[in-house]
């Protein structure tokens, strides 16, 4: 008689295959490093904000977005996953962020993962950057200005340095865009050799901000 094959399937004395068993596991992705120094400093983030004074909150808040739009005003096509986000992004950065890293006045403690899946690693880097920026911002209560005199300051001079017409009562609407257009001008970045003076020069126009939201019940 002809002795089985080995690799005869079925039979007597043929060869048994093992039947490999394959187990549905639910790997659970473990965090970066990256990932979990972000949360982290978003939670502390989301803390600064919900302890902000409502007389500070409105003037936090544009600042916030200031220091985002500063941020990424360097950004280009090649840091982004698509054509369609960066152009996104470069429209309004704010509107992106508020869509899709904000759940109101707060951040998503998920951003890490939420940008790795917009930008190239090298991009999360330098956005991780901002957050720590914000971060600063908030610890150290930057919105809040120091040894000024708010009583002295006029009406007149809030419009004018607002570059506001005083013959009219702006809405918030208007004010809030003056605020924006005045404080991005004069952010102290933005001018490294004067540092002095345009820091002076930006602590007044967001007290002036403060006082026409205060003095006109805006």
Do not use: W
Not at 84 to 108: A, P, Q, R, T
Request: one cysteine or more; hydrophobic letters at 35%; aromatic letters at 10%.
């Amino acid at each position: 008689m002809k002795p089985p094959s080995s690799n005869q399937i079925g039979g007597k004395g043929s060869v048994r295959r093992k039947i490999k068993v394959v187990r549905n596991r639910n790997f659970i992705q473990k965090k970066t490093k990256e990932q979990l120094r972000l949360e982290n400093v978003i939670k502390r983030i989301n803390n600064y904000i919900s302890n902000i004074d409502n007389e500070y909150i409105q003037v936090a808040n544009i600042l916030i977005e200031d220091i985002i739009s500063d941020g990424f005003s360097d950004l280009e096509r090649c840091d982004t996953k698509s054509k369609e986000i960066y152009v996104e992004v470069k429209k309004d950065v704010n509107k992106f962020m508020k869509s899709k890293l904000m759940n109101g006045d707060k951040f998503k403690e998920e951003g890490y993962l939420i940008l790795m899946k917009y930008f190239i690693k090298d991009c999360v880097d330098c956005v991780m950057d901002i957050y720590d920026d914000i971060e600063n911002f908030l610890e150290k209560k930057k919105y809040v200005e120091e040894e000024i005199d708010e009583l002295e300051m006029t009406d007149k001079q809030c419009f004018e340095i607002l570059g506001l017409d005083v013959a009219v009562t702006p809405d918030k609407n208007d004010l809030k865009r003056a605020f924006k257009k005045k404080s991005f001008e004069y952010h102290p970045d933005k001018h490294p050799e004067e540092i002095e003076k345009y820091t002076e020069l930006y602590q007044n126009i967001s007290v002036a901000y403060k006082l026409i939201l205060k003095r006109y019940k805006l």
